[in-house]
């Protein structure tokens, strides 16, 4: 998804050293591979089994330099700053994979029956089956309002609750039925599938993607050299939100009161936006791929300090 929007905005030339913090099925790291060349370097980030089997067979095929680091894009991120390593980019593609998604035994979509997983590394111990189990009503309802946005968030709780003490809920099915019969049925034909949001916070929570993300995009921007560009594709307000918020506060210079004739604070922007409103899909990719549709590209270049604004007391900006 955004694949050229993505690599133009990245700016690749031979040579380069592109970090893919989460590789998935590898999309955008083919691409990216391409325009760096054999003298290139592209190191990959991802959690899932599955994305490492990925990345061996495509790294098969292509000419550059790779290395692959099975975790999460924090450890991954952690790893190459204390490795000393420099980017030329930096990108995420955020949420599940197109990979995660069809196999049906991760439990990832509401579409077909599966076990309820939804863990990323299959490793860790926390599942969507074990939230939907063990986390009280007041828990469950926090979680779905806050991070799947879902206005019935109280009653599907309530109706977890009560469901799970007769009948345990261990099937992506089981929690769709238990979903529809908590909300009002015109809640149940309109919007989109019903149990969208619901799936989409328990995913976050199994697999910790917001607090993950707030604390890689710092890590991600640190690696970068001067001049180079930090670029993230998010799917959902919530991710969309917290890059657009990192991006803006590394592009924001003086803070002084506008009454202040001089700067006084000296703070100076990091970094330059590369498109204010994101980048959104084109019709033809929609029509080709319309899980695209809620897809956004924002990205940022790394300002050098011979660029980056006035001194200490210097002019406004």
Not at 117 to 145: C, G, K, V
Not at 207 to 234: H, K, M, S, T, W
Request: glycine share 10%; with cysteine; hydrophobic share 40%.
């Amino acid at each position: 998804m955004l694949v050229g929007e993505l690599t133009e905005m990245l700016g690749l030339e031979p040579g380069a050293v592109a970090i893919d913090c989460t590789f998935g099925g590898g999309g955008h790291a083919r691409a990216v591979a391409e325009r760096i060349g054999r003298s290139g370097t592209l190191i990959a980030i991802d959690r899932d089994p599955q994305a490492e089997n990925a990345f061996a067979a495509l790294a098969e095929e292509l000419s550059c330099a790779v290395r692959f680091i099975r975790g999460t894009y924090v450890d991954g991120l952690t790893t190459l700053r204390e490795e000393g390593v420099r980017a030329d980019a930096v990108y995420f593609d955020l949420g599940m994979s197109s990979m995660q998604i069809d196999t049906r035994e991760r439990g990832f979509s509401y579409a077909y029956d599966a076990p309820l997983d939804m863990r990323m590394d299959p490793r860790q111990e926390l599942s969507a089956r074990e939230i939907i189990a063990t986390w009280d009503e007041r828990r469950l309802a926090a979680t779905l309002r806050d991070l799947g946005e879902e206005r019935h968030a109280g009653r599907i709780a309530r109706a977890i609750t009560r469901t799970r003490v007769s009948s345990p809920i261990e099937t992506t099915l089981q929690l769709v039925e238990t979903i529809n019969a908590a909300i009002p049925a015109p809640a149940r034909f309109g919007g989109g599938h019903p149990a969208k949001r619901v799936f989409q916070a328990l995913r976050i929570a199994v697999n910790d993607e917001l607090r993950q993300l707030e604390q890689a995009l710092p890590l991600a921007f640190g690696l970068l050299r001067e001049d180079r560009v930090l670029a993230a594709i998010a799917f959902h307000s919530l991710e969309d939100r917290r890059v657009k918020r990192f991006l803006a506060e590394k592009s924001r210079g003086c803070i002084c009161p506008p009454d202040l004739p001089l700067c006084a604070c000296g703070r100076l922007p990091e970094a330059a936006l590369l498109s204010r409103g994101g980048v959104t899909p084109t019709a033809r990719e929609l029509a080709l791929n319309p899980r695209a549709a809620s897809a956004r590209l924002r990205g940022a270049r790394k300002l050098g300090l011979s660029v980056r604004g006035q001194p200490v007391g210097g002019p406004r900006e």
